[in-house]
């Protein structure tokens, strides 16, 4: 309605002209103020969740567009704030229903198994034998192949979901999530995932089998497709229960003993062919639906590194409107994930805009989309690089969900233990007042599960900032992800401390100060796993 229509720009046009330059000579000043306003737009009903490839995204996409040029940045895409792409959108046919067969019995969607939509090939019927591969985990640098001695050619492989109690957890959620690359590799077709206890314990079957049935997005490529790293891998499916047990028909093992070896630190099952046959049909609609990632870059002031860049980013998407939601409020409004990173990430452009220095090196400010359908703008961005000929990503700086609801007095950069970006962000945070913790909850991997890790797959160091758990902070964190993280009360009604948000906006403005005016690019330590597996020909630092 017009009415609505009217709302939305008067807000608009109101928040903006708040936020408008200050003259040259004016001290950068972060205000909670400023940050209330920004993280009120992007959280309003208005904007309707922010999904990615939604109308609600689209405004929040225009307002940080606007937020951009009015602090005077520059594009970073020729003639446009905006990176397009277009998401591909997959959801299994209600008119066919999904089934897995194993030796000859067929097992229903639902029944014991677990069947996705899969946008590349929307009819599907395919068929092979399987060999069991134990976690399916493959590394070099780590000793470890599943795979050795077994043959894997045309086949698909069934693997332990997770990795081997007692892995280092980072390394672990890693060869965890490569498992369908380390498929690939092998020659297989397809990968068939067996929850292991641990992870059931986590999440019940019955979720893991819902979730199943939710859409498949990716991003089309240049070829036309939906973009997947493994493009060989073409069937894919979780399976439990009776149906596990029928993989493992006649091989004289069962599932529970699998999974009780499984659970004995540093057991890794060993791998062995299957005798019955596994065959997955499947059939998909798919729907396109355009997004984009808004950026903007302020350049360097040194003429010997402002080709380097630092990448200041954060997710601009959330979880849009769910009609099958419990009562009146369908909207998922998102202002803590991620409005609150996105508005400190437009603090401290601000901040930089009116600081009247210029950093050494250049800095890309990126708001991304569909972070929660799979890291998938950030993804984009990282395969299809916008920097200028010559132009070099030295390091990243990821603002995803930081808990504002408290006076905190650490930050936590989940990977600064992989690089130089430790030191660095030590070093500004300390300028505030404010101290370094280490990762307080190692075992949920949490350096892996982020945008930032797209571009630590692509060689770059990267830290990915929280508030910290000091004080009432552990208690705040786990009050917010047990009663609000991705629920209807993610919302303006939260007890936000907008002091906290300046202080956070401030820490943030101070470490991406440091790594721009830092005479050496951040570097990964030498024999740091990660910086071996993405970026081994890369000059590396002692670590100290």
Do not use: C
């Amino acid at each position: 309605m017009r009415l609505r229509s009217f709302a939305l720009a008067s807000t608009l046009v109101l928040a903006l002209a708040a936020s408008g330059p200050a003259s040259a000579d004016t001290v950068p000043a972060i205000t909670g103020e400023g940050i209330r306003a920004d993280i009120g737009f992007l959280a309003d009903d208005l904007l309707e969740g922010r999904d990615a490839g939604t109308r609600g995204y689209d405004v929040a996409a225009r307002y940080v567009a606007a937020r951009f040029e009015t602090l005077g940045l520059k594009q970073a895409v020729p003639d446009s704030w905006y990176q397009p792409m277009t998401l591909a959108v997959a959801r299994l046919d209600k008119g066919a229903a999904p089934s897995v067969s194993i030796g000859g019995r067929r097992f229903a969607n639902g029944d014991d198994v677990a069947v996705g939509a899969f946008g590349r090939e929307p009819k599907q019927s395919i068929e092979a034998q399987a060999v069991f591969v134990g976690y399916g985990l493959k590394s070099d640098r780590e000793k470890i192949n599943d795979y050795a001695g077994l043959d894997l050619k045309g086949k698909f492989a069934v693997a332990l979901s997770g990795s081997p109690l007692g892995m280092p957890s980072e390394i672990g959620a890693h060869l965890a999530a490569e498992k369908s690359l380390a498929a690939q590799q092998a020659g297989a077709i397809g990968l068939i995932t067996i929850p292991s206890a641990t992870m059931l314990a986590r999440t019940p079957w019955e979720k893991l089998r819902d979730r199943a049935q939710h859409p498949t997005v990716s991003w089309i490529g240049k070829d036309g497709q939906p973009y997947v790293r493994t493009p060989a891998i073409r069937g894919t499916a979780t399976v439990t229960g009776t149906a596990a047990d029928a993989l493992l028909a006649g091989s004289g093992k069962t599932i529970a003993a699998i999974r009780a070896q499984a659970e004995k630190k540093g057991a890794r099952p060993r791998g062995f062919a299957l005798k019955p046959g596994i065959r997955i049909d499947r059939a998909s609609t798919v729907e396109t639906a355009p997004s984009r990632n808004v950026l903007a870059v302020l350049p360097g002031s040194d003429p010997a590194l402002a080709h380097e860049y630092v990448l200041l980013m954060a997710h601009l998407d959330h979880l849009g409107v769910k009609e099958d939601g419990k009562g009146p409020d369908k909207v998922y409004n998102g202002a803590m994930d991620n409005a609150s990173g996105v508005a400190t990430m437009l603090a401290v452009a601000k901040a930089f805009a009116e600081s009247g220095e210029r950093p050494k090196r250049s800095i890309l400010f990126a708001a991304v989309t569909a972070e929660e359908d799979g890291l998938l703008g950030s993804q984009y961005l990282a395969r299809n690089p916008v920097l200028p000929a010559g132009g070099k990503l030295v390091g990243v700086v990821n603002l995803d969900m930081p808990i504002l609801t408290y006076d905190f007095r650490d930050v936590i950069a989940f990977g600064a233990e992989h690089s130089t970006l430790g030191p660095i962000v030590e070093k500004a945070a300390r300028s505030e007042g404010i101290s370094l913790s280490p990762d307080p909850l190692p075992a949920e991997g949490l350096f892996t599960r982020s945008d930032h890790y797209r571009f630590v797959q692509e060689g770059v160091p990267a830290v990915f900032l929280m508030t910290g758990f000091a004080g009432p902070g552990k208690e705040a964190f786990e009050h917010f992800l047990k009663t609000d993280y991705h629920q209807l009360s993610d919302q303006m009604s939260l007890p936000f401390r907008w002091e906290a948000a300046a202080k956070f906006a401030k820490v943030n403005y101070a470490i991406a100060r440091e790594i721009a005016d830092e005479p050496e690019a951040p570097r990964w330590y030498k024999g740091d796993f990660f910086g071996d597996a993405f970026a081994p020909n890369a000059p590396k630092a002692v670590k100290p």
